[in-house]
């Protein structure tokens, strides 16, 4: 006789509906969590929502503007050449104020005056929010601002992460009398307020850069040197050189490659290599995540960089776009739109920056331990 299959048990109401426990500490958590995202988040969105508003719009306290991103509108020479007394262009907004001057102004002169439009070329006019970034880059000087952020920062970037791979290594694999008295003293520097050092680098600064004057002057390379910016003030110098040391950077690279296996080494060695090949074909590559952060890091800072560059040069014409945005506020305080824009210009490279190296970035962090 064959065995009868199991009758399937059917479960009651009561097992069917199984009590849902709530774990209360992860819920705070969430909310927590959730309320510092939005915090960080809206003044992000309303930089951006106000950066495409008009002038108008950000006086009422709008959050979100009712204009278009952007607008094109073609004429003919003759018509941008015409005055406004001989007809209103159609891309005049119907709260403008003409005044009885504005009548006597060409369709490209008035197109000109006003921030809300932009002619490009000689017979289109642009209307609407990408205006204010193409405004607040011609009013600010963002042009000279950002080149100069852009070579301050990858001097310092190239500089100081070459420099904290070296110190780094010469600290975790190599062996000299008082190393470890030397790291912790160097150490000790990250306790000292970078604003208790600003004096005294300063004046550091100045005293080299009276050196060098001197020393271009009794070479006839004076011109040379101002045209390079081999200078201490208003010069590359001054801007890049005391930052090509970082006690976090060096730091972190040294617990990084305090972890790299003794028997790499020794094969290494084996194949005739010394430290220097070493670590650049086996240490470099395989800490390239701690190296990737270094570099975020330096990145930030000197993007960033507002006194020092301030006070190490007497022309605008070497300062960075931090000050391109300080300027800006206090020559044009009452056009907000404008300002948030500036703002958008500085704030993209670091976002691109940021979005290529998160990954290893976040490796980075995850993976330096804290051994030795």
């Known amino acids: 006789m064959a065995d009868l299959a199991p009758t399937p048990k059917v479960a009651t109401a009561g097992e069917a509906r199984r009590p849902v426990q709530t774990d209360l500490f992860r819920v705070v958590a969430y909310v927590i969590m959730t309320f510092g995202a939005l915090v960080s988040i809206v003044p992000f969105l309303w930089m ?157 600064v100045v005293g080299l850069n009276e050196t060098f004057n001197n020393f271009y002057a009794s070479v006839g390379l004076t011109e040379l040197a101002k045209t390079l910016g081999l200078r201490w003030i208003d010069g590359w110098f001054g801007l890049v050189v005391p930052f090509l040391a970082s006690t976090f950077g060096i730091f972190l690279l040294r617990q990084f490659f305090r972890q790299i296996p003794d028997e790499l080494y ?4 084996i194949d005739g290599a010394g430290h220097t090949r070493f670590l650049f074909q086996v240490v470099v590559p395989i800490s390239r995540a701690s190296i990737v952060t270094i570099v975020l890091f330096t990145f930030l800072s000197a993007w960033n960089a507002l006194d020092w560059p301030i006070l190490v040069t007497q022309s605008a014409d070497w ?47 995850a993976t330096t331990g804290l051994k030795g």
């Open 266 to 269: 020794d094969a290494a060695q």
């Open 48 to 204: 951006i929502s106000v950066s495409v508003m008009t002038l108008g719009e950000t006086a009422s306290g709008q959050f979100i503007t009712s204009q278009p991103l952007i607008e094109t509108f073609n004429y003919t020479p003759e018509e941008m050449n015409a005055t406004l007394r001989e007809g209103i262009p159609s891309f005049v907004k119907p709260t403008d104020t003409i005044r009885e001057q504005d009548l006597n102004m060409t369709v490209a002169e008035y197109a000109e005056d006003r921030d809300s439009y932009w002619v490009v070329g000689e017979t289109t006019v642009l209307r609407g929010g990408v205006v204010n970034y193409l405004r607040a880059w011609d009013k600010a000087n963002f042009g000279r601002y950002f080149f100069n952020s852009v070579v301050m920062t990858a001097l310092q970037v190239i500089g100081q992460t070459l420099f904290s791979i070296l110190a780094a290594y010469a600290f975790a694999r190599m062996t000299f009398p008082g190393r470890d008295l030397l790291f912790g003293m160097f150490l000790m520097t990250l306790f000292i307020p970078s604003t208790i050092i600003l004096i005294p680098n300063y004046l550091t």
């Open 319 to 365: 300062r960075p776009i931090s000050y391109g945005l300080y300027a800006f506020q206090q020559d044009n305080n009452v056009e907000l739109h404008l300002m948030q824009a500036g703002a958008v210009i500085a704030l993209l490279p670091v976002l691109v920056v940021y979005f290529f190296t998160q990954k290893q970035f976040t490796e980075g962090i």
